[in-house]
């Protein structure tokens, strides 16, 4: 059985940092695509990076490039996403996903077949 399994989240003042982590069973990373979303009280879902399965590309939303990168370790079956200069609008229920879509080439995130449960980042003062 697919199980995604978060770790991470919390408090921080904006400029500062976070890590979440992802730990991910029941399938292997080299095979499918993986990615983290978010979702802001009274908004949307919202993709914010994600890692193609058929080259490794990268990709990330246009408010989070330059601030947030995307890893996954293949040994430890876990993918990460860094968080720097966080910001007030990075407040968000962040979930980890496999099996999404991810188009890096055509700026296109979507989909996810497994989801993990969610972890709160508020930055704030």
């Known amino acids: 059985q697919v199980q995604l399994v978060e770790s991470g989240g919390g408090l921080v003042q904006p400029g500062g940092s976070l890590r979440l982590s992802c730990v991910i069973s029941?399938?292997?990373?080299?095979?499918?695509?993986i990615g983290w979303f978010r979702q802001a009280p009274g908004k949307g879902r919202e993709g914010v990076s994600c890692?193609?399965?058929?080259?490794?590309?990268?990709y990330y939303a246009d408010s989070v490039k330059g601030r947030f990168t995307i890893s996954r370790d293949h040994a430890k079956n876990t993918m990460y996403l860094q968080m720097n200069s966080l910001k007030p609008e990075d407040t968000a229920t962040y979930y980890c996903?496999?099996?999404?879509?991810?188009?890096?080439?055509?700026?296109?995130?979507?989909?996810?077949?497994?989801w993990g449960q969610g972890t709160q980042v508020i930055v704030s003062s």
């Open positions: 996903a496999a099996e999404v879509i991810c188009i890096p080439t055509l700026q296109a995130m979507g989909g996810g077949d497994y």
């Open positions: 029941g399938f292997s990373l080299d095979y499918y695509a």
């Open positions: 890692i193609s399965s058929t080259d490794g590309s990268e």
